[in-house]
């Protein structure tokens, strides 16, 4: 069951995907337009996601330069595996930047 509070949820983006009408959201033409209402939606959530992507960067910045202060083996494993999550990350903050313009 959806929340009721100020902000969508990640939880709350998913169960309105997962019960969305989508066909009653389309409008008819030549190539089935996303209504603006379906769009802004859309728009919504994706910045919701890029706010979420934003604070995991800058956690994951903090927690690098931590462990970058630190030395050992396990130090090194961790900051190594961190770098691939940071390349992620960044890959899905491009892809979220394109659906909120």
């Known amino acids: 069951m959806m929340r009721t509070n100020d902000h969508i949820t990640d939880l709350d983006a998913i169960e309105l995907s997962s019960g969305w009408n989508y066909n009653s959201k389309l ?8 209504s603006d209402s379906l769009l802004r939606d859309i728009k919504v959530l994706s910045s ?3 706010g979420d992507a934003d604070i995991l960067e800058t956690e994951l910045r ?4 931590s462990m970058s202060q630190n030395e050992g083996k396990s ?21 979220l930047d394109k659906t909120t313009h």
């Open 75 to 95: 130090v090194d494993a961790l900051k190594n595996s961190t770098a691939s999550l940071k390349n992620n990350l960044t890959k899905l903050k491009e892809q």
């Open 48 to 50: 919701n996601a890029k």
């Open 62 to 65: 903090a927690v690098i330069n």
């Open 27 to 34: 409008e008819t033409g030549k190539n089935a337009l996303l």
